[in-house]
């Protein structure tokens, strides 16, 4: 009996520092996990302060072609077409190309800042300026001849057509991107994106009134449309350059021949990211592409241009971080 008494006795004790190792065990999981949710909200706070107002500038530099898009169907089947297809075609592979084509940038402007070199900056950008804009060289004969590319891809004769005129009207967008990405990486390697989002609600408010004031109120349709759409990214470029030019002594020192040297260098990394980027808009392109050579084309590219632009919307958010 003394026997059992003692086994039973050394059951109970171990039974108690299994539950106390136990409840050691999930305080230690507790606080572990209220460790991580602390962390977690600490570092997204973090987060925010920086791809919160990238991607509330994205999203309304986006809006500015949502909005056009907007009043074109009100124009016509036709003429919604055509300015999904010079977007989406003409206008999509050289925003896909020049994005590329200044990608490197956001790494040479953060390793320069990153080192103490902010004088640096400013070169960079005006490097970047100078390819964008040598390559805006090529990329206009895609612009003059939307027609025959159109028409050779397939598509129809009467949004072909339109679409070429659409895009002659949307030249100046070339050169607006070509000064457009590289200020929007110059401002993002250090941190100040704030007034670059209220630039860009600024030229959303004015592009909105004033697609409705040319396009409906003077008639002047697509032609309206497309003034509109380049003014928005000239306002929003001109913002940006004034900003950059008052409130960054130290990283612009003025325009520069350093940014003529090492050109080369600075053209074989941005090949590379603009084939990679041209690449990934190449599928969305396919897409509106194929539709063309459906029946009643007009309305199909129509529908894959509504879908592609909300789609394009909410991708605006994830691209800011």
Partial sequence: MADV????????????????????????????FQQLIKESWRESKKLWRIAGPSSFTRLCSYSTLLITNICAGHLGVVELAAVAIQDSVIGGLAFGFQLGMGSPLETLCGQAFGAGKIQMLGVYLQRSWLILLGTTELLIFLYIFATPVLKLLGQENDVADLADEYALWMLPQLFAYALYFPTEKFLLAQRKLMAVAWIALAALIIHAFLSWLLIFEV????????????????????????????????????????????????????????????????YMMSLVVLRGHLKNAAIEVNVISICMILNGWEAMIFLGF
Avoid: C, P
């Fill in 5 to 32: 008494f003692e086994q039973d006795g050394e059951i109970s004790n171990h039974e108690v520092s299994d539950r106390e190792n136990s409840r050691s065990t999930d305080l230690d999981s507790l606080v572990s």
């Fill in 219 to 282: 008639g002047l349709g697509l032609v309206g449309a497309a003034i509109t759409l380049n003014l928005s990214l000239y306002i929003n470029i001109t913002g940006r350059f004034l900003y950059i030019v008052s409130f960054f002594r130290d990283a612009w020192k003025g325009f520069s021949w350093l940014a003529f040297h090492d050109l080369w260098v600075f053209v074989r990394l941005s090949m590379a990211l603009a084939v990679m980027l041209r690449l990934e808009f190449w």
